[in-house]
């Protein structure tokens, strides 16, 4: 169950007072210097960037006349277009071209940090243990599986030496070879795990296509090509498999179910969604063609998720409810009801949770419930005894066990998990300074052990053999036998073993930052003990704030190259996105309050020069998808605030794609930004959509700019449409360090490969460097 949308942009005052307030309170230190004389050492081509053709376009809504004469570039089958993007990826090779030095030197450093090979520990599911690993020099997974002996010792003579042999599941590298390109979507394994039924997208547009592979034969079942598969669910039986397919507009919206024994032209529709606002998800069923049953009448804004246990639906929810007056009526809570009264609106509420804790997930096993919740922005996770008691008033009711946690912040992502009958949960940790840690919880005896490490820094920093091992492994479970519930907050205490064992090289700090109108916004600063200068060092702040999701602060080497530069690197979590884990922080960010985003993340930029953390003049800003709004409306709001900036397949075109109901996230998108059909809606997106809101003859940052041209989710002419305003509209000599990067062949997410991500962060890590004026700072 996961309470997240299936295709996203990965991505107080009024918003015309916002405007006037936010644009005279800063100082622009740089307003009468250009990019020329504030950075006199940078090289640039001696040939001037591309000029794209213009042909006039103006549009009207709401009264409100714009002028868009780049909105041509949508057709991304014109040749002029073509041309144009190879024309700036020629630019953007020449602009980096003395980089190329320092590009050979930050690759080299990564890759001395990835093992020779990296692989997870086995996990069990049934009479299976399945695992991952990254073969060395390869440059994606593989998923193999082996019958365990200890519980199928009746096979041993069908094995050499008694022992199962592993067998290849899915190997990511072929699908790379094949087609040049590999974005898997979703896996699933057939309850009697003969087939795996996966998804694969062949050219990064995200048009899935369906592949069931038989496990006993290893080939896979030839059948129709099914395209546009989003979600997989096998029913019982392991033969019946349903699967939802998207319409031409790559939403959701029937659900069919297959036999994957026949060869496909038999398949049926059980679903058909009518309401292009809606995405359909299914649950497995032991009876596969009985048809579907109606949980709730459907309500906006209301939301279950379902898991089954003995009779019962457990069921998390935010619907209203009158069964108790302590109900704040944000967030889920736990309710439950007998099957067959699935459709009765009186459901049991088992619990709700406390005003300052938000239920975030669930996953049910035969023995035990497990909660993920968050209590003030830190994770929290429980396990419960099933059967459970309902109409209880809190959780601790319930008689919980609190996963222990370290006491430093840090990120948890459960396992795979697959085996309902299992007392083991396990668990993926992570923080800034806290390598990929995974934990098996054991419910039962309420004790945990580090089953493995990703790494450590080894004490020389100049040896030639790698520093980062993935061999680390410890058991601590012996030892922790009796510990119940020793506090409600699951955390360590001095008496309990460390999750890593690195050194004090990096500091890790969560300050609390004062935006605008006094709400606290949660920063995560990371830098080097040892070169970190304060006030002197540069830095790069990192935001993303949409859809509720959390910003990724987990364990990652590559950011090394820059720390050990005595380079700053900072977590904003403005609101709209998940930072604080309370379901109103994703609301005050959403909608008319979108410019509340955005001023947080002005505000956590003026807090690190303000403080010392970075110099006053050399922070940059990175922003991903929906998350390079931030930057960039912060740029036309101050332009003189970063130094560089990079956005990476920027959602920037706002207000124009809002107005698009053809592309694929428009509808979906009115919940989180507003519908600019509506003239308030419009009037807000109006006053920071960035690429509406570029300001004339003024001196903007360096920046690189990235795009996909098969990217489904940010089309490939915001980026480019942003950068050719930019050079038209700000100072000349400035717009020479814009930018723009084309993958031509990938989509949203890039290629993904293990060495190939080195290359594109070591990129982007020497644009800054260049631009920012730091080659020999090392």
């Keep these: 169950m996961a309470v997240s949308s299936l295709l996203r942009r990965f991505k107080s005052p009024t918003t015309s007072s916002l405007w006037s307030l936010t644009c005279s309170s800063y100082h622009n230190s740089f307003s009468t210097q250009c990019f020329i004389q504030r950075t006199a050492s940078l090289s640039v081509p001696t040939e001037s960037p591309p000029v794209p053709k213009k042909i006039p376009f103006s549009v009207t809504t709401h009264g409100i006349t714009r002028q868009d004469p780049y909105r041509w570039m949508r057709d991304t089958k014109d040749k002029d277009f073509l041309n144009y993007l190879h024309r700036e990826n020629s630019y953007t090779q020449a602009f980096m071209s003395d980089t190329k030095s320092l590009m050979r030197d930050l690759v080299s450093e990564m890759k001395t940090r990835i093992p020779s090979e990296i692989f997870t520990p086995p996990e069990r599911w049934g009479p299976w243990l399945y695992r991952q690993y990254i073969p060395r020099g390869k440059e994606y997974p593989i998923l193999c599986r082996r019958l365990d002996k200890a519980e199928t010792k009746w096979l041993s003579g069908l094995f050499r030496k008694g022992e199962a042999e592993e067998e290849v599941v899915l190997d990511w590298n072929q699908i790379a070879e094949q087609f040049g390109y590999v974005h898997v979507g979703v896996c699933r394994v057939s309850p009697d795990h003969n087939y795996l039924a996966y998804t694969v997208d062949p050219k990064g547009d995200e ?9 006993r034969s290893g080939c896979l ?8 598969v989003v979600s997989l669910a096998w029913a019982l039986d392991g033969v019946n498999l349903f699967y939802t397919v998207v319409d031409e507009h790559q939403r959701p919206h029937r659900v069919v179910v297959t036999n994957v024994e026949s060869d496909g032209r038999d398949d049926t529709v059980v679903f058909s969604e009518r309401d292009s606002s809606f995405c359909v998800y299914i649950v497995d069923a032991d009876k596969p063609l009985a048809g579907l049953r109606r949980t709730r009448e459907r309500v906006p804004g209301v939301q ?8 019962f639906f457990y069921i998390l929810t935010n619907a209203p409810t009158n069964e108790t007056s302590e109900w704040s009526g944000e967030g889920y809570y736990l309710t439950r009801c007998l099957v067959e009264d699935i459709e009765s609106s009186e459901w049991q509420t088992v619990f709700c949770p406390d005003d300052d804790v938000v239920i975030q997930d669930m996953d049910m096993f035969n023995d035990y419930l497990v909660l993920f919740l968050s209590k003030k922005g830190s ?5 419960i005894d099933m059967p459970m008691k309902a109409n209880t008033k809190h959780v601790e009711d319930l008689n919980p066990w609190y996963f222990p946690l370290p006491a430093d912040p840090c990120s948890v992502a459960p396992g795979s998990n697959h085996d309902f009958q299992s007392s083991v949960y396990r668990l993926v940790l992570s923080s800034p300074v806290i390598p990929d840690t995974i934990i098996d919880y054991d419910m039962s005896r309420r004790s945990f052990s580090i089953v493995h490490q990703e ?7 100049d040896s030639s053999t790698p520093w980062y091992s ?4 410890t058991d601590n479970s012996g030892e922790l036998n009796d510990r119940t519930n020793e506090g409600e907050s699951g955390r360590l205490d001095s008496r309990m073993p460390k999750w890593e064992e690195l050194p004090d090289a990096y500091v890790c700090e969560r300050q609390e930052v004062s935006s605008h109108d006094g709400v606290e916004v949660p920063l995560t600063i990371l830098y080097s003990r040892q070169a970190w200068k304060k006030s002197e060092s540069p830095g790069i702040l990192v935001g993303y704030g949409a859809y509720g999701e959390p910003l990724d602060k987990s364990w990652c080497t590559n950011r090394l190259s820059m720390l050990d530069r005595g380079w700053v690197i900072a977590f904003a979590d403005v609101r709209g996105g998940g930072g604080s884990g309370d379901f109103s922080w994703h609301k005050s960010g959403t909608g008319s309050l979108k410019p509340n985003s955005i001023q947080d993340f002005i505000y956590c930029a003026n807090y690190l020069m303000d403080k010392g953390y970075v110099h006053r003049h050399h922070l940059a800003a990175i922003g991903y998808s929906a998350g390079a709004l931030l930057p960039a409306a912060a740029m036309n709001m101050h332009p003189s605030l970063f130094q560089a900036a990079i956005l990476k397949v920027p959602f920037v075109d706002v207000l124009n794609t809002l107005l698009d109901s053809n ?4 509808l979906l998108d009115h919940e989180e930004f507003g519908n600019p059909n509506i003239q308030t809606d419009f009037r807000s997106i109006l006053s920071y959509s960035p690429y509406d809101n570029i300001r004339k003859d003024v001196c903007y940052p360096s920046m690189l700019v990235t795009a996909s041209f098969h990217d489904s989710r940010v089309g490939v002419w915001e980026g480019a449409k942003w950068v050719a305003k930019i050079r038209e509209n700000t100072c000349q000599d400035c717009s020479r360090a814009v930018i723009l990067k084309t993958n031509m062949s990938g989509g949203h997410f890039g290629e993904g490969g293990l060495y190939a991500q080195c290359e594109e962060t070591a990129f982007d890590y020497a644009f800054l460097i260049k631009v920012m004026g730091y080659h020999n700072n090392r």
């Design 207 to 215: 048009r899935f296509l369906l592949q069931i592979k038989d496990l």
């Design 221 to 228: 079942v030839p059948r129709l090509e099914v395209e546009g």
């Design 304 to 311: 279950c998720f379902l898991e089954h246990h003995n009779g």
């Design 379 to 383: 994770p929290m996770l429980c396990s």
């Design 455 to 461: 790494g450590r820094v080894a004490d020389d920093p």
């Design 470 to 473: 993935a061999n680390h492994s």
């Design 663 to 666: 592309l694929p996230l428009t």
